[in-house]
């Protein structure tokens, strides 16, 4: 059970939001299920049918390098990457799991369909949050509007004593030079 936990987790950390969908990247995908990388890319351009648009895409160079740089992940000139990753939604990575057709595979596929499944589950008991926020957000505004005067007179208050004090005459003796 400890060990299912521990790959549950490692998923979660490893799904990203790109292009509004909840994707995998290819590397981690061949990782979880213990394939090379390169196994992984042939498997998917040998069923190449099986992997629409809305299953598969690659990802710009440009998104790309915001997903490297959001996570640190190197840029290594020698033999890291030549290109772009492959990015697989929930129904792209149902369709790898099939064409990869190991026990692993399978076994892996389960647990990240188990976090999509957790994960979706988690968005819907969330709609009352935005009506929330958005209830604060006019009740802070109306605070703002009634109490605007004084807490701008706050503000002048301490702007006033943020400011250098004048320069006073000094009365009294005063010590030779």
Known sequence: MANKLIVTNN????IFTIRGQKVMIDSDLAALYGVELRSLNQAMKRNNERFPPDFMFQL?????D???????????NRGGRRYAPFAFTEH???????VLN????????IEIMRVFVKIRHYAISQKDTNTQIAELRKLLMLYI???DKRVN????VLNNLIEQPKKTNTIGFKPNT
Not at 92 to 98: A, F, P, R, V
Not at 102 to 109: L, P, Q
């Open 102 to 109: 190991s026990n692993r595979a399978i076994e892996i596929n």
């Open 66 to 76: 915001s997903l490297r740089s959001q996570f640190v992940i190197s840029k290594n």
């Open 92 to 98: 792209g990575i149902l369709m790898l799991s099939s």
């Open 11 to 14: 998923i979660e950390d490893r």
């Open 153 to 156: 007179d706050i503000i002048i």
């Open 60 to 64: 710009t160079q440009d998104e790309w």
């Open 145 to 147: 509007e009634k109490n």
